[in-house]
């Protein structure tokens, strides 16, 4: 292997050329650029795979999905900060499932190294490792990473493409490229001659393009402001597309109906009923599951519900009890991993107070409000491809293995996500849209499944239990022995995108949990695999959205063990441990006007989880109105480092917190039989109007590295409500949901 | 037999069967996808029209029980000329994935038809049947607020 030196200053200057030629990063073998997935027609010219311009304009490709976390508008600010155009004369599309939008964040992420605490070598290697997302196809929307992924990325896109056009117009002008500026579009030469760009894209083609140095941020107009949302009138008017929204000549609508005992198989169906039904075109054989293709989707719904199937038992204990039980069984063997074993837990310290807990959470669904739906064609040895995913490229090839094509014989088109919290990273649903398309040669047909169905063939967020034992001397915490047990969602995804067993330490099992910024000089943290083959997957925060709650209910429990407040023991342990985690919690404690103190009737919890590259501490306050307790108000600080977009980011942080507060009060897939018992919205709720909490959201920027915001907010959500509960009735919520042992709001 | 419905101001005859829900005659019949499927048991609100001015879930309406005209968010106003509800949504950058916004629309408008100035008690009533698993409740309301101020300027 060569030097570690060696590959960073390749890398470095490797990268930085091939982002120029519409690449990426590049390493040995992956040096080369890849395909440019956009073929230019005549009169265009295809600068790299981020910008388009042609005599119609100019057209941004945003390689993420947008899923509600306003990723179009920013990556098109990305580019347009270089590129010298305005937000609104410039379409931004999605970009085809193509390799050059490799995911190079992602990658870095899962280096095992806590996130706070990495130095800039350390950093560098990560962005190092990146240009593996780029060998695996990782073009993937998830990990809260697309601004960190796109931040250089985009506005070396946006640079080589003004300098382009600009050496492009100083042919046409017999002058030197120095001599001329950009604008609004436009080259604008030292006389005052303007050049729109859509006028110079065909003489920009035929040249090589030109490397830029960035421009320095305080010469920004677009990034670190608040910008309108691009597809903020065409949601506010129905007219964005959703996958559901897709409308095609002839098209047709089916429904679907898989085991619900997971993973079982079919032993046979009697479909005569369903035959005869109203506008039923065909009935589909999926091998463990049934289809319709109907004239309406309603129709195919009711007809697929009218086949009476026999089911094949689920690969996994039938009853939650059992399935816990499991979970349980993991403590007694082996850890997968220790990620964090400082000092020396064995032992209690003389004097010491000592605390154990267990808490439990259960396994959750994604619930998007959108149920999985997407579109096929198969026609002349050739598939389209319509839908909302987070991972293009993973689509395009599971589709085409599905059809028996070649991945070059699948479009992949990406429509607005009606919600991805993680669900639409699978592709599932996209699957059975082309098998079920593959019956009908010629005819598009767009299958969506029914609440039900979505609620009851997800892959949840696993159920998870952990141990605590910790210790507090003289008012502060000197141990912390923690052990977290649940299935491994990372494990079971990398087999399920790749084809090959996941293994190895997981991180994403205790993230959340060992990688916390307090300064505990005895601090031990291992995580234990369940062998159970309930479907899990990545939920929003993933590892943190367990692993958050039991970490920051422990505090608040050890902190009320030591005799102090709970947001100063936090603060006091965290302070010299990393600073723009504490600037966080001062952050919430100014905002709320926090004094540890609450009035009869009143309660407030506080917690703190660093996630994805961001601190976020959030305080909730719960009030008691004639027994019922109602979520009255909260408080978010984050530091992400740069906010790219402040208003968005904002929004990010209390929709993840409400997220996960909807979790935590109502939250539950539980088993009978072997198939989930939840079904649709009434029996797992989420917060509404009136029982969401006012917030109040505060975003610093002190962090050295760009964190993320999609996730971030959603892990100090439960534990802040849980201590606040905690803080109202003296009674300490180490299960959710909440709406179990509290009478709270619906 | 045909069944006859208006809708934003046009007729359109429907040949199906009279149990299939308006949600779904509107969607996959007429080609109005404004209107979403989120659950199917008036549980969520994505899928909220007006009948004579009323908000329903249309995935509870039968075809045949149509008794009305309806409008869908597509008559509410269009990306050229929104309605003062839209525009006040763009203001406060209300959306994020978007997919209920117009059931969440759609619900404000006809509560602001009804009542010009809703106090916070009054919105959260009218819109607790509405749900957004984005969570963008703090922006709904402050949404109402200003449609509110402005349809009274108006």
């Keep these: 292997m060569a030097s570690i030196g060696k590959i960073l200053r390749r890398t470095f200057l490797i990268g930085s050329a091939a982002i120029v030629g519409g690449v990426a990063f590049g390493v040995y073998y992956v040096r080369r650029p890849a395909p440019n997935p956009l073929s230019p027609g005549e009169g265009e010219a295809a600068l790299n795979p981020f910008v388009l311009i042609d005599r119609n304009g100019v057209t941004l490709f945003a390689p993420r999905a947008e899923m509600g976390q306003g990723v179009k508008t920013t990556w098109a600010a990305l580019i347009a900060e270089e590129l010298d155009v305005e937000l609104d004369q410039v379409t931004v599309l999605h970009g085809p499932a193509a390799a050059a939008y490799y995911n190079s964040a992602m990658i870095g992420e899962g280096l095992p190294n806590k996130g706070y605490d990495v130095s800039n070598f350390q950093h560098n290697l990560g962005e190092a490792l990146g240009v593996i997302g780029k060998v695996l196809s990782l073009q993937v929307t998830g990990g809260s990473t697309s601004m960190k992924d796109g931040f250089e990325r985009m506005r070396h896109a946006g640079a080589s493409a003004r300098e382009t056009l600009k050496q492009a117009a100083a042919g046409r002008l017999g002058v030197d490229r120095l001599q001329l500026t950009t604008e609004a579009g436009h080259v604008v030469a030292p006389d005052g001659t303007r050049i729109a760009y859509t006028e110079l894209a065909e003489d920009a083609a035929k040249l090589e393009p030109i490397e830029a140095d960035l421009r320095d941020p305080s010469e920004w107009r677009y990034l670190g402001k608040t910008q309108p949302r691009l597809d903020m009138v065409e949601k506010a008017t129905g007219t964005a597309e959703f996958a559901i929204d897709v409308r095609l000549p002839g098209m047709k609508f089916a429904s679907v109906r898989m085991n619900p005992k997971l993973g079982g198989g079919m032993n046979g169906y009697d479909d005569s009923a369903a035959r005869s039904m109203p506008g039923v075109e065909k009935v589909v054989d999926l091998g463990n599951g049934v289809a319709v293709i109907a004239s309406n989707t309603w129709l195919a719904m009711r007809a697929v519900e009218a086949i009476d199937v026999d089911w094949e038992d689920a690969p996994y204990p039938p009853e939650t009890q059992a399935i816990f039980a499991k979970i349980a069984e993991a403590f007694d063997a082996d850890p997968n991993s220790t990620m964090r074993d400082d000092g020396d837990v064995g032992v209690t310290p003389e004097g010491a107070t000592e605390i154990t807990a267990e808490y439990s959470v259960p396994y959750l669904a994604h619930a998007t409000m959108e149920p999985m739906t997407a579109t096929a064609l198969y026609s002349d040895g050739r598939l389209e491809f319509w839908g909302g995913n987070q991972a293009p490229t993973f689509m395009q090839m599971k589709v085409a293995d599905a059809a028996g094509l070649a991945t070059e014989a699948v479009d992949v088109h990406t429509t607005y996500l009606g919600g991805g919290f993680g669900r639409r990273g699978e592709f599932d649903f996209g699957v059975l849209a082309t098998k079920i398309a593959l019956a009908m040669p010629g005819v598009p047909v767009q299958t969506t499944w029914s609440r039900e169905e979505d609620m009851r063939h997800d892959f949840y967020r696993p159920g998870a239990t952990a141990r605590m034992r910790g210790a507090v001397k003289d008012g502060k915490a000197i141990l912390i022995d923690g052990k977290v047990a649940s299935q491994s969602c990372t494990h079971q995804a990398v087999e399920r995108m790749t084809g090959m067993g996941g293994g190895g330490p997981d991180k994403v099992l205790v993230e959340g949990l060992f990688n916390q910024p307090y300064a505990v000089p005895n601090y031990r943290i291992s995580g234990h695999i369940a062998d159970l083959q309930i479907p899990v997957g990545f939920w929003r925060s993933v590892g943190n959205s367990h692993n958050g709650f039991f970490h920051e209910t422990f505090m608040d429990e050890m902190a009320h063990a030591a005799g102090r407040d709970p947001l100063e023991f936090r603060l006091e342990l965290m302070r010299d441990e990393h600073a723009p985690s504490a600037g966080c919690l001062e952050a919430v404690r100014e905002m709320s006007g926090w004094t540890g103190k609450t009035p009869n009737g009143v309660g407030r919890g506080v917690a703190f989880t660093y996630s994805f590259g961001t601190p976020v501490a959030q305080v909730i306050e719960v009030v008691d109105e004639n027994g019922v307790i109602r979520i009255n108000k909260a408080w978010i600080a984050c530091d992400m480092g740069l906010a790219l977009d402040p208003e968005n980011v904002k929004a990010q942080m209390f929709g993840g917190m409400m997220y996960g507060l909807s979790a935590a009060c109502y939250g539950e897939i539980t088993f009978a039989e072997g198939e989930v018992e939840q079904g649709n919205f009434p029996d797992y709720d989420a917060l509404r109007m009136h029982t969401a909490p006012e917030v109040e959201v505060r975003v610093l920027e002190t962090n050295r590295f760009m964190g993320g915001a999609g996730e971030p907010g959603t892990p100090p959500s439960m534990p802040a409500l849980g201590n606040a509960l905690f803080d109202l009735t003296g009674k300490r919520a180490r299960t959710l949901p909440l709406n179990q042992n509290f009478n709270l709001l619906v | ?154």
């Design chain 2, 1 to 154: 037999m045909a069944t006859s419905l208006t809708i934003n101001g046009k007729t359109h005859q429907v040949d199906l069967p009279d149990d299939v829900p308006l949600l779904w005659v509107l969607r996959d019949e007429i080609g109005l996808t404004g209107t979403k499927f989120g659950c199917g048991v008036a549980a969520c609100g994505a899928c909220t029209v007006h009948i004579d001015g009323e908000a329903v879930r249309s995935c509870q309406v039968p075809l045949s029980d149509v008794w009305g005209e309806v409008t869908t968010i597509e008559g509410v106003g269009t990306p050229e000329a929104m309605s003062a509800v839209q525009q006040a949504w763009v203001d406060h950058q209300v959306a994020q994935c978007g997919y209920c916004q117009s059931g969440q629309i759609m619900q404000a408008a006809a509560l602001l038809a009804a009542n010009p100035a809703p106090t916070d008690t009054e919105i959260d009533e009218a819109m607790q049947g509405n749900l957004c698993r984005c969570g963008t409740y703090p922006r709904i309301r402050a949404a109402i607020h200003t449609a509110s101020a402005k349809m009274k300027e108006a």
